[in-house]
Each structure stands twice: as C-alpha cells, then as structure tokens.
C-alpha cells in the first residue's frame, strides 16, 4: 500500500498566484480530510469529505479556499490567491468507516506551502 | 466545546523515565480517543487509541488512561527512548460527523540520552 499520496512536497509562490494541492488517498478509504499545520495554531481541520461529499468546511480560512473530489482516488486544495499568512503545511489524510473502533486517520506526508 | 485542551506543550525526560501527557475534553459526544506521533518532516501517525469505555489501554511501552467522568486522558510511554522524541498530539473523534477528529495542540518531547 503506498499510503497517501501528496504533491507537491514543496510549494513556493508569490503572493497573489493561484496554488493547487493535490492528495490521493488510499484504495477503499470513503472519507478524506485537509488539515493546515502551523507553530501558532496546530493542526487545524479545513475540510473533509464522505464519499466524495463535502460535509463540513467551517475550518476553511476565507473564500479564497476552495476544495474538491472529484473521485474517490483524488482530491484538490486550491488557494487563490495565495497571500504570505498561507504558508504552513497542508495535510490530507483518509481514512475507512466501515467498522467504528478500529480505524485511524491515515496521513500524507504534507505539501510544505510557503507564500513570498 | 469541540477543543480539545493538551498539556505540556514540551516535555524533557531522561533516558529510562516516563512521559506523560494530558488531554481533556468538554464535549461528551466525542467517542474515540486516538494518540498521534509526528517526526519532524512526517505527517503524523496513529499510535494508540481507546474507546470510551474502557479506562486503560496498553500496547508495549505506550499506555492510555481514561478517566470518562473527569473528561480527561492521558498517554504515558514508558522507559522513555531517545527515538520517542517527536512531536505527540491527543485527539477526540466525533463518528457520528463523518468522522471528524478533533487535535490537541500537541507536545513537543525530547528524551535525553
């Protein structure tokens, strides 16, 4: 299993260009999340998604945030535009609800985002 | 009410000692209890985690304590290594949301060798 797959690892642009993650998440898995880490304010979740359904975006910083799934095997962050307090590093992590107890988020290993 | 409140934020122990460190929640809907560690570079990893009806949980050196009625959780990993040291956050689950995890603002731990 390759786990979840993130891209770019690092991210640099400048302020005001258009940014696109992108996250893969693992065969099987019905749910994925974005989460933002930074020093100040930890992981915070942005978005998560139930089969390809988006169910709560309350942790989506301003309009300038935008996320979809197309499918189950691909998802997108996009920011536009991009501005310096942006910069952090961006998670996405699945995971399976098919059996309640005995699942855990699976992690990415981050795309490292920094706005200039 | 969905916060999920961590403590310390950094913790440094001798090779051979015992971390620990606490969690607490206010939302009685949460109902799963998961620990996450995270190196430097890494997304972070599912540890250990407990039900809340059970009030302890051990796998090898890591241990969960579970106290329902004070809200309250704690991870302790025993005879502390030196590659324990990372970054250790608590987590609370809501199932009936989709699933949505809830971090602590995590615990940096360094063990001194």
């Known amino acids: 299993d390759a786990g979840v797959i993130q891209s770019p690892r690092h991210e640099v642009t400048e302020m005001g260009q258009e940014v696109t993650l992108r996250c893969k998440p693992i065969s099987g898995h019905n749910s994925l999340f974005w989460y933002r880490q930074t020093m100040m304010r930890g992981l915070e979740l942005l978005i998560y998604f139930n089969n390809n359904v988006p169910i709560d975006d309350s942790g989506m910083p301003e309009d300038r945030f935008s996320a979809k799934m197309p499918n189950a095997s691909f998802s997108t962050l996009k920011i536009q535009p991009s501005e310096p307090r942006d910069s952090a590093v961006y998670f996405c992590?699945?995971?399976?609800?098919?059996?309640?107890?005995?699942?855990?988020?699976?992690f990415g290993s981050g795309t490292r985002l920094t706005v200039v | 009410q969905q916060q999920v409140k961590q403590s310390p934020q950094s913790l440094i122990v001798q090779k051979g000692g015992i971390s620990i460190i606490n969690c607490a929640y206010e939302?009685?809907?949460?109902?799963?209890f998961p620990w996450y560690q995270q190196f430097p570079g890494k997304g972070p990893a599912l540890l250990i985690a407990?039900?809340?009806?059970?009030s302890e949980k051990k796998e090898g050196r890591f241990t969960i304590s579970f106290n329902k009625s004070a809200k309250q959780f704690s991870l302790h990993i025993m005879d502390s290594q030196p590659g324990d040291s990372a970054t250790y956050f608590c987590?609370?689950?809501?199932?009936?949301?989709?699933?949505?995890?809830?971090f602590g603002q995590g615990t940096e731990l360094s063990v001194k060798p």
């Open positions: 987590a609370a689950l809501l199932y009936n949301q989709g699933g949505k995890l809830i």
């Open positions: 939302n009685t809907a949460f109902d799963y």
């Open positions: 992590a699945s995971s399976s609800q098919q059996v309640r107890y005995s699942y855990g988020y699976t």
């Open positions: 407990i039900r809340p009806d059970v």
